[in-house]
């Protein structure tokens, strides 16, 4: 008990927290421009690898590290116009495409790493964004500028959402298609704007890991984050701020299995504390499904005409 | 005077169908032009192209005396027509000003009036009489103050040609007056309707002048107080319509025989449809009874119950004859569902397995888990032949089927097995004149053999032309069963206004 | 653009979209080659050689293929049934390291089998299939009961899975003589799958996976059950209505399609490997999705694409050491295959209209 209440206290700990959060929170609320659109995208996990892998890319071959941001945002852009081709333009299902996104995005990354770097005993280092020490706030002195972007694109995508007539459209469509049809807007391209907006932050998502959180690209980095983000989405009821605090609190469990994993040493096996986010995760879908207010269209292909 | 709206010559075809053929029409500044047709003649095909979602192969159309660019969903709607469709296009998480504003802004605007939006909206809510809460939820509406909402939306955006697609078949003989009093004052204001509709009763009551369209053809217009109710009809189907004659009443020694009986039953749905509170029913052999009311106050669940898709939270449903038990979906009982894609049968599944799924347990078709395809095709293929299911092969996936021949093998399957009990509800939803005399046809023969029948409608022609006893359904309770003569059409739409309950 | 529906399907148009589909996925692939600074054919050659050409190449093709069958039929089924099964990939290491607790639990004190084969062996398989069903029936109900989607709670079901072998090979099922690998025990060898022919890898796995294709193609064509899941799968409403318990056919179901996943690695550690170890599979669960899209859902199909799955990762191996590709290759022509099977699938079913 004392033992937590320490951690609580600790800056350190918080500044960890807010870092493992970081690309959640990008990857959270690309999903839920996605889902609030009315569309799944399960290529997430693999955008975020093509980010992180493009993004470090860039700056490794001399681009500035902002540059990397952009291109990683790009590729992630290019991703979600595919998958909106597959699942937008035409109705396949969304589960299917999304995982063959993932796979896509995968493979051509780690196709293209090869490619480029086909015999490395270590991955190759670069020099990434620093922290913002002449910040005069506590613990977000010690984070890198993409932290701040992710936290400023909460309230944004917030007032988007519920402040302009786009965010209202957005929000329409998800719920019903046809509303917004008749309305003389275009179904498929607000979708397709949703997806591409949403795949460019999962993509800015994975490029925190290479350009901010590490400065290196490994395979397997991203570890499940997408999936995570996923999750999160429905425990956060598709709104920007409870996407934020379920970040944060996914982010301070991680964060606190690794400081027990350190402290409690070999009381119980490691790979315990390391399940716990995963349990946690699923936990809170069990809690929240039953009253969750899906919105209504999501999955469901929008076909001109057809009612 | 400029003509509010011009439709000229327009033509459309698809494929071998010729859906609109050399239509014209106008509509003039303050006038309600009753737009006539049957399912399939053509109304909603010519909707379509004069909302840009379809491209007329030929002929042009014009608002206030400028022509609209094909194509183009915007043009419509910014030249003043606004559309009220029969399936409203609301989004039901989002508050009515949210619903109202809509695709009324510039979409690229960085920040969203709406407190300008408010104000208007409230003008116009008093203007015309509609009074809504601008901030409530549209799932929490009734679906007369949805439609509210639809034409307030229009009429945000500034509308002066109103098109209502069927809009009082989801209204209470009362809401419906109430719309035509808004229609009134509408129209007083300059605006123009169309009214589509397929009921000639309140075509006669609200239009100016009629149109009427059969197979694509334009086959009648002229002023409505020149044209009666049977020359419309006559116009609409293109022969004399024949109203099905039911015989008597069955013998009373018959009607003892109770085969269908509900005891206070009530459910819930985790859905938002209308729960059920303490039904109760008897049906006896050799009558039909109709249950009436209002889409949306309970039916659909009554029928999810009577179908064993839901169960009862209390109560009891019991098919009370020699020959089955407890539930309703025992063989001797026939169920044949609103929704016929989505309920009555699974599109995906081929013909034949569709002519057996719900018996498929049978000994007929299965042994042993092991399907006896031969005889399942054998059956699939003598129903086709018996009840004219017009396909290609019984291989097909039965969504390929038109809604009428589905609806004939879905019939089919359930009417072969000589039921003592049928459920019906709204058996004739969206089939046209011809395939709905052949249903009504096969109800009063199975009621003529002595089964029980109970038949779920919000068609109230439907129901009285068939009905020996109606029941009303009215937010959740069911009134008595009382014989159809006991009936008007002004007590049973107090009934189905929840009035006749309270009392 | 927008889409209308063929009233008739034609099999030239079924034959033009699967051409058109391969096709595509070769350009793609060979642009990828080019820009590897290779020859294209020669690398399509080496892949084809690696995979197919010698009696070696086809042993280690179908020896890959193996566990992907497995993968893919328990997707395959699971998505007949639309129970959106992500999680084979765990469900084939739980299944693998019940194997493995299974011949430890009936080693003797002589650390001989303590039970007849003809008990110990199909045990062992029973073992495994019974795991992986047990790790998809948690999410399985949680979807019938608490309506949570098992698309989520199937892929961090993986994570969990993976944590959980992981902890048990560093403890309880250690293998002391692994010099501090995470490994399990090595399986009794009375236990392995015996091999199919001679100086090669490939095991009677092969034929069990091969069985169980056909079994569940039986199973979906000429069973009630088949019926019903087929029902359950593509109206769940018209399914209920007809009387048929959704929430049981799904179950069911998932018992069918975990334990398939579970089989997969059940053959690895029985018929490959002999002991677990945390990198046995390379996303064999997930790349069981892809072929039973591939396979367009169908049992025999899978078998098929689990073929060619196979041969685009054993000929890459082989073709990444004679030309300079990396063999992620295999990864990519997989990807496109897919994405270009989807859509190709999806144009025999309806027309593309510009306007």
Redesign the interface.
């Known amino acids: 008990m004392n033992e937590i209440l320490l951690l609580l206290a600790d800056v350190d700990f918080w500044v960890a927290v807010l870092r493992i959060a970081t690309p959640l929170i990008f990857g959270t609320l690309g999903v839920l421009l996605c889902e609030r659109a009315g569309v799944?995208n399960?290529g997430i996990e693999g955008i975020m690898v093509a980010g992180a892998f493009t993004g470090w890319l860039t700056v490794y071959l001399g681009g500035s590290l902002w540059l990397g941001v952009c291109i990683a945002a790009l590729t992630g852009a290019l991703f979600g116009m595919?998958h909106s081709l597959?699942v937008v333009?035409?109705?396949?299902?969304q589960?299917?495409?999304g995982?063959?996104?993932t796979?896509?995005a995968?493979?051509?990354s780690?196709?293209t790493y090869?490619?480029t770097f086909?015999k490395v005993e270590s991955p190759p280092k670069i020099e990434s964004f620093a922290e913002m020490n002449w910040l005069p706030i506590p613990i977000l002195s010690q984070q890198t500028p993409l932290t701040l972007l992710a936290l400023a694109l909460v309230p944004t995508i917030g007032y988007v959402l519920y402040?302009?007539?786009?965010g209202?459209?957005l929000?329409?469509v998800g719920?019903?298609p046809?509303?917004?049809?008749?309305?003389?807007?275009d179904v498929m391209r607000l979708r397709t704007g949703a997806i591409v907006a949403g795949s460019a932050l999962m993509g800015v998502g994975g490029a925190f890991l290479t350009l901010a959180a590490f400065n290196s690209f490994f395979f397997n980095m991203v570890n499940?984050r997408g999936?995570?983000c996923?999750?999160l989405i429905?425990f956060a009821s598709w709104r920007p701020g409870k996407a934020l605090f379920g970040a944060i609190l996914f982010a301070f469990f991680d964060a606190a299995q690794l400081r027990l994993q350190q402290s409690g040493g070999g009381a119980l096996?490691y790979?315990?504390y390391?399940?716990l986010p995963?349990?946690l995760?699923?936990l809170a879908?069990?809690l929240v499904?039953?009253k969750?207010?899906y919105?209504?269209a999501l999955m469901q292909p929008y076909?001109?005409?057809a009612? | 005077m400029v003509s509010s709206l011009v439709i000229d010559n327009v033509t459309k075809q698809f494929g071998g169908l010729i859906a609109n053929n050399n239509i014209s029409l106008t509509l003039a500044r303050g006038e309600v032009l009753a737009l006539l047709g049957e399912n399939g003649a053509g109304k909603s095909t010519l909707m379509n192209i004069l909302f840009g979602h379809y491209v007329a192969d030929s002929g042009s159309i014009s608002v206030f005396g400028e022509s609209l660019t094909p194509g183009k969903p915007q043009e419509a709607l910014a030249r003043g027509v606004g559309m009220v469709h029969q399936h409203f296009t609301l989004a039901d998480n989002l508050s009515v000003l949210d619903n109202v504003m809509l695709g009324a802004e510039k979409l690229a605007r960085i920040a969203s009036g709406r407190a300008a939006a408010r104000e208007r909206l409230a003008t116009l809510s008093s203007q015309f009489g509609l009074t809504i809460s601008p901030d409530a939820l549209i799932r929490s509406l009734s679906v007369g103050e949805k439609q509210r909402v639809e034409i307030l939306k229009a009429l945000y955006r500034g509308a002066r040609i109103l098109i209502l697609d069927e809009p009082t078949s989801v209204l209470t003989p009362q809401e419906a007056s109430a719309l035509f009093a808004t229609l009134k004052r509408l129209v007083t204001d300059g605006l123009s309707i169309i009214f589509i509709s397929h009921k000639l009763d309140e075509v006669l009551a609200i239009s100016d002048r009629v149109a009427v369209l059969r197979q694509g053809k334009l086959v009648f217009e002229g002023a409505t107080r020149e044209a009666t109710k049977a020359s419309l009809a006559n116009a609409m189907v293109g022969r004399e319509v024949t109203r099905i004659q039911r015989d008597g009443g069955s013998s009373e020694k018959e009607l003892r025989t109770e085969l269908l009986q509900l005891n206070n039953v009530s459910a819930d749905c985790p859905d938002s449809r209308m729960p059920l509170d303490q039904i109760s029913l008897l049906v006896r052999a050799g009558e039909i009874v109709a249950i009436a009311g209002v889409s949306g106050n309970g039916q659909s669940l009554l029928a999810d119950v009577l179908f064993g898709i839901v169960k009862p939270s209390a109560g009891t449903v019991g098919a009370a004859s020699p020959r089955s038990t407890s539930s309703t979906k025992k063989q001797s009982v026939a169920r044949i569902p609103e929704d016929r894609q989505h309920t009555g049968s699974v599109g995906d599944l081929t013909v034949w397995e569709n002519a057996i799924l719900p018996r498929v347990s049978d000994s007929r078709f299965s042994k042993w888990g092991w399907l006896k395809r031969t005889n399942a095709r054998a059956h699939a293929t003598a129903l086709v032949k018996r009840f004219d299911v017009r396909l290609s092969s019984i291989e097909q996936p039965i969504r390929r089927l038109s809604g009428g021949n589905m609806q004939k093998l879905i019939l089919g399957r359930e009417l072969s097995e000589q039921p003592e009990v049928i459920v019906a509800a709204q058996p004739t939803w969206g089939l046209d004149v011809g395939a709905v005399a052949f249903v009504h046809q096969q109800l009063l023969d199975a009621r003529a053999r002595g089964a029980a029948v109970l038949m779920i409608s919000e068609d109230l022609d439907e129901v009285f032309a068939l009905a020996d006893r109606i029941a009303v359904m009215s937010k959740g309770r069911l009134s008595d069963a009382v014989s159809s003569a006991h009936w008007t059409r002004e007590s049973i739409g107090l009934a189905m206004a929840g009035e006749a309950l309270a009392a | 653009m927008r889409l209308e529906p063929r009233t008739a399907l034609s099999p030239l148009t079924t034959l033009g979209a699967s051409l058109g589909a391969i096709a595509f996925t070769l350009v793609i692939c060979a642009l990828l080659i080019l820009w590897a600074n290779a020859d294209v054919f020669a690398a399509y050659g080496a892949i084809f050689n690696g995979a197919f050409g010698s009696r070696f190449a086809i042993t280690e093709t179908l020896t890959r293929a193996t566990p992907l069958i497995f993968t893919g039929l328990a997707a395959a089924v699971a998505f007949r049934a639309k129970l959106y099964n992500i999680g084979a990939e765990g469900q084939l290491y739980v299944g693998a390291i019940a194997a493995v607790a299974a011949s430890i639990w009936m080693t003797n004190d002589a650390g001989e089998l303590g039970l007849p084969l003809a008990i110990a062996f199909p045990l062992m398989i029973a073992a495994g299939a019974l795991a992986g069903a047990l790790l998809l029936l948690i999410p399985t109900l949680l979807k019938t009961q608490f309506k949570v989607d098992e698309v989520v709670t199937t892929l961090l079901l993986n994570f969990i899975a993976l944590l959980f072998v992981s902890m048990l090979l560093d403890g309880p099922m250690k293998d002391p003589t692994a010099m501090g690998w995470p490994q399990s025990p090595t399986l009794l060898a009375d236990l392995e799958f015996s091999k199919l022919v001679d100086r090669a890898r490939l095991h009677t796995g092969l034929l069990l996976a091969c069985a169980m294709s056909i079994i569940l193609w039986i199973v979906l064509s000429f069973t009630r059950f088949g019926l019903s899941l087929r029902a359950v799968g593509a109206n769940p409403r018209g399914a209920a209505f007809a009387g048929i318990s959704v929430n049981g056919t799904m179950i069911k179901v998932a018992l069918i399609s975990g334990a398939l996943a579970g089989l997969a690695g059940v053959g690895e550690v029985a018929g490959r490997t002999g002991y677990v170890t945390l990198d046995m599979s390379p996303g064999y669960g997930y790349s069981g999705i892809v072929i039973a899209m591939l396979a367009g859902l169908n049992p025999l199909g899978v078998a098929l694409a689990a073929v060619f799955v196979g041969a685009a990762i054993v000929g890459a191996d082989a073709m990444s050491r004679v030309v300079n590709v990396p063999t992620y290759i295999a990864d990519v022509i997989v990807a496109t295959a897919l994405i270009s099977v989807l859509v190709a699938g999806l144009l025999t079913q309806y027309k593309l209209r510009w306007r």
């Not at chain 1, 402040?163 to 786009?166: E, I, M, V, Y």
């Not at chain 1, 046809?178 to 807007?185: C, D, F, N, R």
């Open positions: 799944l399960l595919l597959l333009r035409l109705p396949l299902s589960h299917v495409a995982l063959g996104i796979l896509f995968t493979s051509l780690y196709y090869r490619v086909p402040r302009t007539p786009l209202l459209a929000r329409a719920e019903n046809q509303a917004v049809e008749s309305q003389g807007i499940g999936w995570i996923v999750a429905v096996p790979q315990l390391l399940m995963y349990v995760s699923i879908l069990v499904a039953r969750a207010a919105p209504q076909v001109k005409g009612r």
